[in-house]
């Protein structure tokens, strides 16, 4: 008789045992820092990880894929935010018989440089407070 596909860990367990129960993932701890002007987000972090992407990349193409984000959204993002400060986060070259490419300015890069600082800390201020937190959540 063939084994059976796909049990779940409680089936693998002995018979008349009780089931296990779910596998839990770790906690993680996010600070979503957003700066608004108005009811548009000037930055926040998704277009900061965009920046991250692009800037590893050196493609808004190719920044866009690896964040599973459509070629538009990127390009509203990344537009949003170069509208928000007064110099552009990201410079862009058109495709052509080298290709296009995008890389990030001295804004853009101190952009994302400040916006992970205050990340970490905030992260380190409320190290303590974070802690206890994560000491209520059932695991």
């Known amino acids: 008789m063939p084994a059976a596909k796909n049990r779940s860990p409680a089936a ?5 045992a009780a089931p296990r129960p779910p596998a839990r993932n770790k906690p993680v701890v ?5 700066i608004t002007a108005g009811d548009v987000i000037a930055i926040g972090p998704g277009k900061i990880a965009l920046l991250e992407a692009i800037d590893e990349t050196g493609s808004l193409t190719a920044g866009a894929k690896r964040l599973d984000m459509s070629y538009r959204r990127a390009w509203l993002l990344l537009d949003e935010l170069n ?3 007064k110099r552009p986060a990201v410079s862009s070259a058109k495709g052509g018989l080298e290709g296009g490419g995008s890389e990030l300015t001295d804004v853009g890069r101190r952009l994302v440089a400040l916006y992970r600082g205050i990340e970490a800390t905030a992260a380190a201020a409320c190290d303590a407070d ?3 937190i994560l000491r209520l959540l059932a695991r």
């Open 83 to 85: 509208r928000s400060l």
């Open 130 to 132: 974070i802690r206890q």
């Open 12 to 16: 693998a367990s002995k018979p008349g």
């Open 30 to 34: 996010r600070f979503r820092l957003r």
